[in-house]
């Protein structure tokens, strides 16, 4: 299946929602051939998959951990998203949730992060209050 990635959103739901309706219909003739050497193209076409329950958790997560060991390809950031979706997905996952206030202990500035060898990607921001006053 290919995901139509050039194609407007409105024209590649209507293309999943036809191969959904094919797949239901003719389970025992159809097979999905995940192309692509990025694991996020993948990572949409299971979740896909998943969504329209045409394939079972546990299959997509295996699938998934195979793409993630044979291919080395993405940055930091998407494995450390392919490893929460993972996280999230296991049946055990418990979020921990932080709803009192957050007292800073030490503020450490190193210089600015730099994105494709330039340094005009995102920015952190962050804001210092000293009783209740911004700095």
Same mark, same amino acid.
């Given at each position: 299946m290919d995901l139509g990635a050039s194609l407007h959103p409105w024209t590649r739901c209507w293309q999943w929602r036809? $191969? $959904?309706i094919y797949l239901? +219909? +003719?389970? /025992?003739? /159809?097979?999905?051939? !995940?192309l692509g050497t990025e694991v996020?193209?993948?990572l949409a076409a299971l979740s896909l998959l998943i969504y329209h329950r045409l !394939?079972?958790? *546990?299959? /997509? !997560? $295996?699938l998934l951990q195979e793409k993630l060991q044979d291919t080395v390809l993405l940055r930091r950031s998407s494995d450390r998203l392919l490893d929460g979706l993972l996280k999230s997905m296991n049946? *055990?996952?418990a979020q921990s949730i932080v709803d009192t206030r957050l007292q800073l202990v030490e503020l450490v500035v190193h210089n600015l992060p730099t994105f494709n060898n330039n340094r005009t990607g995102c920015r952190p921001q962050l804001m210092v209050y000293v009783g209740g006053t911004a700095l």
């Amino acid at each position: 299946m290919d995901l139509g990635a050039s194609l407007h959103p409105w024209t590649r739901c209507w293309q999943w929602r036809t $191969r $959904r309706i094919y797949l239901r +219909q +003719q389970p /025992a003739d /159809a097979f999905v051939v !995940l192309l692509g050497t990025e694991v996020h193209s993948s990572l949409a076409a299971l979740s896909l998959l998943i969504y329209h329950r045409l !394939l079972p958790k *546990n299959w /997509a !997560l $295996r699938l998934l951990q195979e793409k993630l060991q044979d291919t080395v390809l993405l940055r930091r950031s998407s494995d450390r998203l392919l490893d929460g979706l993972l996280k999230s997905m296991n049946p *055990n996952f418990a979020q921990s949730i932080v709803d009192t206030r957050l007292q800073l202990v030490e503020l450490v500035v190193h210089n600015l992060p730099t994105f494709n060898n330039n340094r005009t990607g995102c920015r952190p921001q962050l804001m210092v209050y000293v009783g209740g006053t911004a700095l």
